[in-house]
């Protein structure tokens, strides 16, 4: 990709949607708003809560904190699945990057999804008689998508990045949005300490809303007491995510690796654990156990909230996450690709509750270098022959050179010049 046709394409983005946020601000931003983009991705990241802006370091980068793209060695693909509410929503991820420019810059590509499919259509299910008509039920999906395209460059010991995304929402053939937004993000490294900064929807995503309905099923929705929609703008507000973490050496061969996110919103009070009528602050917090870089073990609580009991009264609740990884590699020879496999279980809490707010999170990441490109390329029967033969020929070749005598240099007398008579 021409990496100046990229900054035109973002900078096109970036003035789009910032003359369009400027009209927007006199409207209302909703508080939750594309809250499918608040869920996550990757299966190390949920495990550990949230806790990415500061040691993302991946092709997830594009969704928690964009700056950490630059920190790849090289081109990565990543995918997850998840199931939400005991199988019945489906969430997914795909994503590519790629480093640029010596490895000083990397560029990405990012889908995600979450929807609800086979939903029924019971507008029709009584006939005018008043009788039950099950052939008169159709389904249709609801789904939430996005599209990352993201950049990212290093700036001595900084490293910034970007995304212009694009956000496309539809329920059926009822309802469907578009929606465009920016989110930008810098890392900062030390030694073992890392910081991250990450502003999402920033200043402002803006959603445009359109509605299809036929008169049969505006009659049949006002017969039913349903207010018809009509065509409307949703505006998602900044979320700003501070992020620390600090890297422990445990031996020669082994690491704890702590981090710590806050979560900053200003779109008034939230059921978070610090909230006021300005601000609220949700924290998460991580920890990951590496043994050789290998094997990985992960932790992490989020979603501190304050709810009522039966009696009204409040209490506390922290979701606690847990998951392992494995990282498979041929460090040596290259011949395969490192493959990184990684499984998440969060919401330990409502494990044997009846809400059923826990999922299984299992996502794939696999990196391509050159070395492991070129030694995986297949060759014919033929080739591998021919490479034989001339392996064997350069053997015999050295051995005969290494037997043979040596021979004596012949030294040729000089002839004594004829001494010319002086004058």
Known sequence: MNVYRFYQMTLVAAVATCLISTTAMAQEVRKYSNEFL???????????????????????????NPAGLQQMPHAQIGLMHAEWFAGIAKYDYAGFAMPIADKK??????????????????????????????????????????????????????????NAKIIHRIVGKFASSWGTGLDLGVQYSQGNFSAGLTLKDFPVTYNTWGFNFTQEEKEALALTQNVIPVNSVELTGQRTTLGLAYNIPLGKKAALLTALDMDITTDGK?????????????PHLGMELNFNKRVFLRGGINNIQQVKDDDNKNYTVIQPNAGVGFRISDDKAHRIPQI??????????????????????????????????????????????SKKKKD???????????????????KKKAKNKKQEPQP
């Open 105 to 162: 810059r990397a560029v990405g590509l990012s889908i995600i999804r979450f929807g609800v499919d086979d939903i029924p259509n019971t507008l029709f299910l009584l006939d005018p008689d008043g009788s039950i008509n099950y052939d008169n039920v159709t389904t249709f999906s609801a789904a939430d998508y996005a599209f990352l395209l993201s950049y990212a460059q290093k700036l001595g010991r900084f490293r910034i990045g970007g």
């Open 340 to 385: 990184n496999i990684d499984y998440a279980f969060t919401g330990l809490n409502n494990v044997g509750s009846d809400n059923k707010l826990y999922s299984h999170i299992i996502s794939l990441s696999i990196s391509f270098d050159k070395k492991s490109a070129a030694n995986t390329v297949p060759q014919n029967d033929e080739t591998a022959i």
């Open 270 to 282: 939230r059921n978070t654990l610090i909230k006021s009528d300005f601000a609220s602050v949700d």
């Open 392 to 410: 064997k020929q350069s053997k015999v070749d050295e051995t005969n050179e290494t037997t043979e005598p040596t021979e004596k240099p012949v």
């Open 38 to 64: 608040s869920i996550g991705i990757g299966a190390r990241a949920l495990a550990m809560g949230n806790a990415q802006s500061a040691i993302v370091n991946d092709v997830t980068a594009a969704y928690w």
